[in-house]
């Protein structure tokens, strides 16, 4: 069930110096739905991400969050627009505790009055946070980490949330957990837009997703067109 | 032209300067610049590598107060005097070197060990009050008649301008061997990469250490050179914060990477400071040294490629410039 | 023998300890977040000093009201030297961030001398000695360590009880995703800034109830300002606290055994020996 278009990506260019890394990308996210934008590795699919979070600026085109264009916002408000960026190897403060890490999340002051219903909702979705709420989040395991980088990103009440790369450098089984927790988002209601290279898995949580090579998007379509067409089978699932 | 007949050319020029009847000033003048110019080129030595020394006060501290000490107490010449002093002095830089490069203490962290070891220079100068004189400072026992070559004293400026110019030279090319030898390609890399380096076989702490302990050499022989000049020192001057800054300002502003950049700083910041000095200093006093740091708060957040720098890449530029032009013309 | 003499200084020495740290604290804070070393810091306390100096000297202001003002101007000063002088050269090369605040140090010391003179300034308020048994104390000196902890204790509860405060230890954890979190870098800057200029101020206003004030007087604690942080491990709060006391100790004891440069002899000797122990500072992690 999705409702209107919430993001949209306007032929997007990108790129770091003078290299490019992104052309002409476009997509759109609607309310509800669960995105994915697979690809291999080094296709732009981080790029894509931190031009929507405007940790970059794109070189042409813009990115459009529920009628708004991101053009004029800065980068630190974004996510005052209901945008969360759960980056890649989750960057979590090592050397803070995992409650404060939470409270970063909810740093702008809309976040900040309804603080500890959320903190109280992430607990609930993840009872292992609440165990280790005052340990240092750098000396937790990559799978713990990754609960109390997606944490983080719930704590500023976003509408969207984007994951880049969450399965990354994790082993098997915690990929398992990891692709279950990203259920249990979507479950909860909020929009999510995922980036990663695991393509069999993210297919399996996701209702549609944009193959992305080399900065442009090659195919685009539902889970199942995308899990049943030929190239992909041949190229990323080895089939 | 050959560099080489350049350099022979340039400093025949340099030595033929005292015969055109300087005044006294101006000699003064040039022989302090020489002087710093040697020790801003010793400093850069390991400078032009990122080992940013902001302690080299310690080595002109002993190599002016120990040579001074030992020809005033026991009248031991400078001659023997000063490589006693190099010798401590590069004990010092090994003492402080070998952690700092062992452990890999960089940037920061090594500007203020280092800045440290400057402190323990000039602290223990003080301290030994009884001996140095503290912070009152220390005359140098001038020999009768003003001049002797054992005792290294000239009462003649122009005999000790070329005393200085030749140890000026010898520092650029001490300055050139460094840049020639394999020790700066084990230093570029390992200032790239260390771990790199290292890996390629290159004993990174061995090449920054020599490095090091050359540079605190030829910063004592300038220490003691500058206390045989001026007859008189003071552990302020010589071994405090201020004269370290003022080193790596100097070589900042004439250029780092460039073999006649610490003596261009030099050029630039004595004649800034006395152009100041002559100008506001004896009204108001202060008002100099506010111009003085204002300008070189400026100077680093506007020129930070310093003078020499600046220069060759304006040259960069230009010759840059004829070749695009042609390719321009086709449109 | 009981040493009473010996017990004082060891004391006196704990006293020196909370203004160290204070002063550490200050300059650790702008070096974690903002990864430049203030090496003009000991001049932005002594320009605390002429202003409490001038205002309750010159101007006949109480002196609570001089010390309030004293604190603000350090901490206004603190954000200009950030807009004016580090903003411009933030991403150059970190010798040019270096030299910049120590070409800020020259300018300061020399505009004071324009400003004040090289006299050795004092605010003439005489201030009593505490007897304690044989042993005696300065009221000023334990004034400035009472107030040196309240200043301790109360930047470790902003840093650690605040939004703010949190957002200024993640930045120097991870400077690049602040803006994901909703927090604007350059306003952490800022506030880093004028807080680190604040406990420059507070520290100047502690001092300036011992000491005299001149252009110089940076130069006498600014360098083992410097130790303290690099021993506690630059950026690294803690550290530097309890590395303050060390070195206090080392300072009081060493000029009680010796005289007062034998102290901090020993004080800088005993660092550089302990970084071949601990490179990275005490409690390096």
Known sequence: ?239 | MDKRILAVLGIAALAAVPQFGLGNYHLHLLITVLIWGFVYTSWSVMGRFGMVSLGHGAFLGVGGYVVTMLWNSFGLTPWVGIPIAIVLSMTMALLVGYPCFRFRIVGHYFALVTLALGEVVRLTIVGLRDQTGGSLGMTVEGVPGGTSFLALQFGERATFFYLALIVWAAGLWVWRMVDRSMLRYALEASSEDEDAAASVGVNVTRAKLMITMLSAGMTTIGGALYAQYQMYINPETISGIGISLQIVFAVIAGGLFTQLGPTVGAMFTLLLAETLRVTFGHDIHGLDGTIYGLLLVLFIIYMPKGITGSIAAGLVRRRGAPGAAPAAATH | MFDTFLLESIINGILLGGVLALLALGLNLVFGVIDVVWICYAELVMIGMYTIWWLFVFYGLPLPVAIGAGIAVVALLGVLLHILVIQPVLGTAPINQLLVTGGVLFFLQAAATLVFGIEFRNLGVRMPVVEFGDMFFSFARILAFATALVGVLLLWLFLTRSYLGTAIRAISQDREIMPLMGVDPRRIYLITSAIGGGMAGVAASLLVLQYDVHPAIGLSFGPITFMVCVMGGLGNMLGGFVAAFVFAQFISVGGYFFQIEWGYVIAFAFFIAMMFIRPKGLFSR
Do not use: W
């Open chain 1, 1 to 239: 069930m999705t409702g209107d278009v919430m993001l949209e990506v306007r032929r997007v260019s990108a790129g770091y110096g003078s290299f490019r890394a992104l052309f002409d990308v476009s997509l759109e996210v609607r309310a509800g739905e669960a995105v994915g934008v697979i690809g291999p590795n080094g296709a732009g699919k981080t790029t894509l991400l931190r031009v929507i979070s405007k940790i970059i600026a794109p070189s042409s085109g813009e990115v459009v969050m529920e009628g708004t264009p991101l053009g004029p916002v800065p980068a630190h408000r974004v996510v005052e627009m209901g945008i969360a960026h759960v980056p890649e190897h989750r960057r979590l403060f090592p050397r803070l505790t995992v409650e404060e890490n939470l409270r970063m999340g909810a740093f702008h002051p809309e976040a900040r009055k309804r603080f500890r219903e959320r903190l109280d909702f992430v607990y609930e979705l993840f009872p292992r946070m609440k165990e280790r709420r005052d340990q240092m989040a750098g000396t937790m395991s990559g799978g713990e980490q990754q609960m109390c980088a997606i944490g983080r990103g719930l704590m500023s009440g976003p509408k969207l949330l984007l994951m880049d790369e969450p399965s990354a450098g994790l082993a098997p089984v915690i990929v398992q957990q990891v692709f279950g927790l990203v259920k249990r988002i979507r479950a909860e209601g909020y929009t999510v837009l995922i980036v990663e290279q695991n393509i069999q898995q993210v297919l399996q949580v996701v209702d549609r997703a944009y193959l992305l090579e080399v900065g442009t998007i090659k195919q685009s379509g539902s889970s199942a067109e995308l899990l049943a067409s030929p190239e992909i089978r041949r190229a990323y699932l080895g089939l």
